[in-house]
């Protein structure tokens, strides 16, 4: 397998200490032509010059300074320059399309808590507000209201390619255990969020869901009442589903997602299933075997969180 | 624990790193026990009452509600009529449900001198039910339920028949209060919520609710 070229880094980043020196006969400055060293003296380097110099190696003393004391860079290389297998293609996208579903429900829930009010009796009049009173507040109401859909409609299209791939096989059964937590959450978060409008249909699609979980033997009244904070759906029920959908609910998605990420960093992805395996040549020292080409993405020298 | 001259002759092995004379455990060990307890002592006393308050309503049994509906004269044997009355105080037109009255009838055996009053919410899931007069029976529009005259299931997914609020007669005028359930005999039961069986096994399948109130 031909190795692929090491990913350019802009030259502006790297400390000098770390830069490719000027080609030989240059002073690394653009246009000035080589100086002759035997007839001239080298030109005396101004204050100006000095610093430009400075100027130049700024952004990368910046960074510097930032990863002396994180260690950051070494993180965020091996995290985004990770190898993927041969035959990665738009399929491997649907895991990061459901996560900017959630940023895009996260950015425009936290600009709708701006103006709604979660009061049983003044709900229903902030969302008008919000949809007729408010410039561009249909728009962004709109946007997390289908944005929902759209996150859940993806994140079932997400499980549906990880088992068509086989992808929720060892060592990635915990990410899987997980991704099926998120998509409880998420179903969670949209029937705790479909209330909130407390409109006619906000209203009975919830009573409907409330009943719903109330049918669940031995513990199913007392959830239901749980839900309900109380026999019958009332104001209590629209703060609590409030605080679940923007609060709790939210938490546990956003440290859920960084596992999820962790793992699939950790693990790396797999091969479609119609790439084959590439038998390892004998010849070759097992140090140097690419494992991320094996479909195997767990092989030690494929880990890229050793930042 | 013995005197400090037995000990000598009991211990076979001297004591491995880390133990002082006579002692069970080393420091390091009773220290991080202790911490640790003292750390779930300080969380536990945040969590138990958040959780607590959380979970309190499912215990809480509000006031008993009672609210006059009409007087005694609007109300007849063989025919409902429709009240709106407020079951849930504070949230305004949501908290408003509706219940068919009607005066109880000598031709369905019921005690003479009483109102009945049937609540509209539908048995399967909560919807709203119709009273339709032409055929005497209630009717639910979402997944097609349908009750007799009496609140009876005579057809549809719903599991028992439509619930009922108790009632009696303050100054002539007839009073709704809390709402109950029926099971198929026709015998009160505490209040369940929709999809819920009543009668037989399922009064311990599905437990009463603290927050209900007990049958008429």
């Not at chain 1, 350019?8 to 100086?35: E, N, S």
């Not at chain 2, 455990?25 to 002592?41: C, S, V």
């Not at chain 2, 509706?98 to 001198?113: C, N, T």
């Not at chain 2, 009717?139 to 028949?161: A, E, L």
């Amino acid at each position: 397998m031909p190795k692929l070229p090491t990913p350019k880094i802009p030259d502006f980043v790297v400390p000098p200490p770390l830069r490719k020196p000027p080609k030989p006969g240059t002073d690394g400055r653009k246009g000035q032509a080589p100086a002759d060293l035997k007839s001239s003296p080298p030109p005396s380097r101004t204050h100006v010059d000095r610093f430009e110099d400075q100027a130049k190696d700024a952004p990368a003393d910046v960074l510097a300074w930032v990863d002396q004391r994180t260690g950051a860079t070494g993180f965020l290389t091996g995290m985004l320059y990770r190898k993927v297998p041969k035959g990665t293609n738009w399929f491997y996208t649907l895991g990061s399309a459901t996560l900017f579903a959630f940023i895009v429900q996260a950015v425009t829930g936290v600009f709708l808590a701006m103006f709604y009010t979660p009061s049983a009796t003044q709900a229903y009049a902030s969302i008008s507000h919000i949809n007729n009173d408010v410039p561009l507040g249909q728009f962004v109401h709109g946007m997390h209201k289908w944005g929902a859909s759209v996150m859940v409609i993806l994140i079932f299209v997400h499980m549906g390619r990880t088992f068509f791939f086989g992808a929720y096989k060892y060592p990635r059964e915990l990410n899987w255990v997980i991704g099926v937590v998120l998509l409880i959450l998420t179903m969670t978060m949209a029937f705790t969020g479909y209330l909130l409008p407390f409109d006619q249909r906000s209203y009975w699609a919830s009573i409907v869901g409330i009943n719903i979980n109330g049918t669940g033997p031995i513990v199913g009244p007392y959830l239901s009442d749980f839900l309900r904070a109380g026999p019958e759906l009332g104001a209590t029920t629209l703060a609590r589903f409030y605080a679940i959908h923007m609060l709790l609910l939210p938490g546990a998605i956003i440290a859920l997602i960084g596992a999820h990420l962790y793992l699939v960093v950790k693990l790396g992805t797999t091969a479609p299933p119609w790439v084959k395996a590439e038998k390892p040549k004998i010849a070759e020292p097992v140090a140097q075997l690419d494992a991320s080409a094996t479909g195997n993405g767990a092989g030690p020298s494929s880990n890229g969180m050793r930042g | 624990m013995n005197g400090a001259e037995e000990a000598p002759q009991q211990r076979v092995q001297p004591d491995p790193p880390g133990y002082f004379e006579g002692e069970s455990m080393t420091r390091r060990r009773a220290f991080t026990i202790a911490a640790q307890g003292l750390g779930g002592i300080a969380g536990a006393a945040i969590i138990l009452p958040a959780v607590g308050f959380a979970v309190a309503p499912i215990f809480h049994r509000g006031k008993e509600r009672w609210e006059a509906v009409g007087p005694t004269s609007d109300f007849v044997e063989d025919t409902y009529r429709q009240v709106v009355f407020t079951e849930t105080e504070g949230i305004g037109d949501a908290g408003k449900t509706i219940a068919y009255v009607r005066k109880s009838s000598k031709d369905l055996e019921e005690e003479p001198g009483k109102y009945v009053a049937v609540s509209n919410r539908c048995a399967h899931l909560g919807c709203p039910v119709r009273f339709v007069e032409a055929a005497g029976n209630f009717i639910c529009p979402c997944h097609g339920g349908v009750y007799d005259f009496q609140g009876k299931r005579i057809g549809g997914p719903p599991v028992r028949p439509l619930d009922q609020f108790q009632t009696r007669v303050r100054n002539g005028q007839v009073e709704v209060g809390p709402r109950f359930s029926v099971t198929n005999q026709m015998e009160p039961v505490r209040a369940r919520d929709p999809g819920e069986f009543t009668g037989g096994i399922w009064e311990y399948l599905y437990p009463p609710r603290p927050s209900t109130f007990p049958p008429p």
